[in-house]
């Protein structure tokens, strides 16, 4: 069967989240009723100590599509990725003059940057950076957690009262049900003939961090259901994976899948690098099992050595049969940018070609871009037949 | 070792810095201490060449690495970007050196004295090394670009983790990160860490950071006593030579001569109109060029608060490593580069401009430093607030084909211009 037009109500409501975002109703309502609601930046900063504190952790992203960023360039300057210039714009013109809080990670330049002139010009009540190493070692994970310890007790002071063991383990439980969900999602993909398309899995990945999770879980359960019996199935001239820079624009995504390009993974710290790790307690403390999964989590280039990183995305080639990978890098995002020529010459060598693509925050693909996948996916067709 | 040697690029570098040397030497006008500049670079760079032939370990490393342990250690340093800019500077080079990072899929993003590393590793104009070693002090292109050195090389490589914040968990992480880097460097060196070196070492540092200290009081004098773009070989000694005997001897030379030109109440240009504040580095390959310029217009650079203003603090020799890498903390560029933009890194960049008299400000706008360049808005704001004027330059410290010389020289003539209604 290949009826694509089958209806997902519930998709419809995950568009709508992402449609009114950063003032989605759902928030709005949820500060009116006196809930504190906190931006966060990078995959590194764990939600679940936000979520444990009672707040709503929601994700700073950038415009949903390329726009002119005369602020973003002014105030960090041209030669910072777009996403951070994008983020910061929104911030400057109020379009997060909700958030009580932000917290991010000393992640790359781009995002340390960012926090820096926030904290400078936009005034947000309670801010905290986190110093993430870039091993995985021992002292590594120390370090990291000493970090993760200093910022719940931060968040402390500034609530007043005491997160809880139980409140982590809690949140722990939320959040990793959500994993567990979208990994559920995830594995629908893997079929020859997936029942949903990549642009619609970043719908419901963008509405994941912009709504109460406890809702999302609701909702992302509710949307299974319906993907089970809607006997939806979308064929492909190949099937495609999506690596690089923070991307979460569904568009782009649409129009690599308008040209018979299926993206049925992605290596994204939007979408798989954010959700597939679980929290494991394991006899540890919550916040230690806390720290040890986001300092481990499915790496961002930024970690070095990167082999951890390139083995995961072989990996995922294998697991989702890809036959060809398209690398989106932000211009000025370096350390993707720095990867690139190793993980090609890696894939290359397990017979996956990789198309890589300069791209700005928010592009939807279209122009030269879409001539260059146009271009791949016949190649990448040619080379299968 | 299994370094071996490509003669033709250090040995034109070090023919270049011989007779860089030479010619100072001829000419009285010129100071002692640039002549002891060029016989650094000269014997740094023959070290290079000649580590394969001593049976030393040879080390390629990036910007602002803690290289006392090199040192301690008998290992010979080779510091990347200083090679790849010296190269483009002196051999004029950068064109092929930037075509052979592209050629290995660089994007053209990625900062080009990071580009020209891959290139020089790639055309392998220089000596093989037999260890690479880099740390994310002080971006994510040092981060980032150790791995592609170690392919390119085929050498055996460390990475030094360097935290974001000076707390004492993180202190006491990278003096762990330091320890296993002796560990790493044991292991392929075959030689063990002389405690007792490196913390004579350290004292030395100790002493340099004195008189480091000792010049920029001195320029803080009216004319200013040092000559433009001189703040490069200041950052040289201490790139080259940290806590060695050759920064000492140099730094000492220089300072003596400062001292004796301020009590003569002489300055480098002479008459001195304009007092700057230089805030990045200008483009290497117009160093002559704009030398020319400010000393026509009578301008100097006064104070460098990115590069040449060390944090306060002192070192302890009875703990060598952990001086090490608290000097790390101490140098000015994880201030205002590396670390959070405090506001108390601003009130220094303020204060500075009023310590030093300056009557305007250049910033460097280097396409390549993320980092940096993000500051460019919250610098002018900070020195607008004392009336201290602020031009921005967009340029490339090492690909000329940004922007011309006629362009920044035009720009440059418009701010003179501008300070002197002022």
Known sequence: MNNIKSKLPTLDRFRMVNRTFPKTPEIMELKRRGKKVFGWLCTYVPEEIIHAAGILPVRVTGYSQEEELEDGNAYLYINNCSFSRSCLQMGLRGEYEHLDGLVAGSTCDGARRLFDLWVHYIKTPFYHILTVPRKYTEPAHSLYYEQITNFKKHLEEYLDFEITDTKLVQSIQVYNESRELLKRLYELRKLDRPPITGAETMEILNASFRMPKEIFNQYLHQLLMEINVSGREYPSRVRLMVTGSVMNNPEFIHSIEELGGLVVTDELCTSTRYWSDPVVLDGRSPLEAISRRYLSNFPCARMVPSDGRFERILQLAREYHVDGVISQIIRYCVPYAHDLPLITEKLEQIGVPTLALDVEYGTSGSGQIRTRVQAFVEMVETRKK | ?422
């Open chain 2, 1 to 422: 070792m299994t370094t071996t040697e490509n003669k033709n690029e250090v040995d034109l570098l070090i023919r270049s810095f011989r007779l860089m040397a030479r010619m100072s030497r001829a000419r009285p006008t010129v100071r002692s201490s640039e002549t002891l500049y060029y016989q650094m670079l000269s014997e740094y760079y023959t070290r290079i060449r000649n580590a394969n032939k001593d049976g030393k370990l040879l080390a390629a490393h990036t910007v602002f690495f803690p290289t006392e342990i090199l040192y301690a250690m008998d290992i010979v340093p080779m510091h990347t970007e200083m090679t790849t800019w010296l190269t483009a500077l002196f051999l004029r080079e950068q064109a092929e050196l930037l075509a052979k990072g592209a050629e290995l899929g660089l994007a053209p993003e990625i900062c080009s004295p990071h580009r020209g590393v891959a290139g020089i590793f790639g055309l392998g104009i220089i000596p093989h090394p037999d260890v690479v070693l880099w740390s994310n002090l002080i971006c994510d292109n040092t981060a980032k670009s150790g791995e592609l050195m170690m392919k390119l090389s085929h050498s055996p490589g460390f990475f030094l983790d360097n935290p974001f914040q000076n707390s004492l968990g993180e202190m006491n992480y990278l003096v762990g990160e330091l320890q296993d880097m002796v560990y790493f460097l044991e292991e392929r060196s075959g030689r063990k860490m002389d405690w007792n070196k490196l913390s004579e070492i350290v004292a030395r540092t100790n002493l340099e950071m004195e008189i480091y200290r000792e010049i920029c009081e001195l320029r803080k004098a009216v004319p200013s006593p040092m000559s433009n773009q001189s703040y490069l070989e200041l950052l040289s000694a201490d790139y080259m030579f940290p806590g060695q005997p050759e920064a000492i001897q140099y730094l000492t030379q220089l300072r003596d001569e400062l001292k004796l030109m301020v009590q003569q109440g002489k300055g480098s240009v002479s008459p001195e109109h304009f007092r700057l504040m230089t805030l990045f580095i200008p483009p290497m390959y117009l160093t002559s060029y704009l030398d020319k310029l400010f000393d026509a217009r009578g301008a100097v650079s006064a104070v460098e608060p990115l590069f040449t203003q060390w944090s306060e603090g002192k070192l302890d020799p009875a703990k060598p490593l952990e001086s090490v890498a608290m000097k790390s903390f101490l140098i000015p560029e994880r201030r205002s580069m590396y670390g959070p933009l405090s506001g108390q890194a601003l009130q220094d960049i303020s204060n500075a401009a009023k310590q030093y008299k300056v009557d305007g400000a250049i910033y460097w706008a280097f396409i390549g430093c993320r980092h940096t360049c993000a500051t460019i808005k919250v610098i002018k704001e900070t020195l607008n607030e004392i009336d201290v004027p602020m031009l921005t330059v967009d340029c490339d410290i090492v690909d000329p084909t940004i922007n011309s010389e006629e362009e920044i020289g035009d720009k440059l003539a418009q701010f003179f211009e501008m300070l002197e209604d002022r």
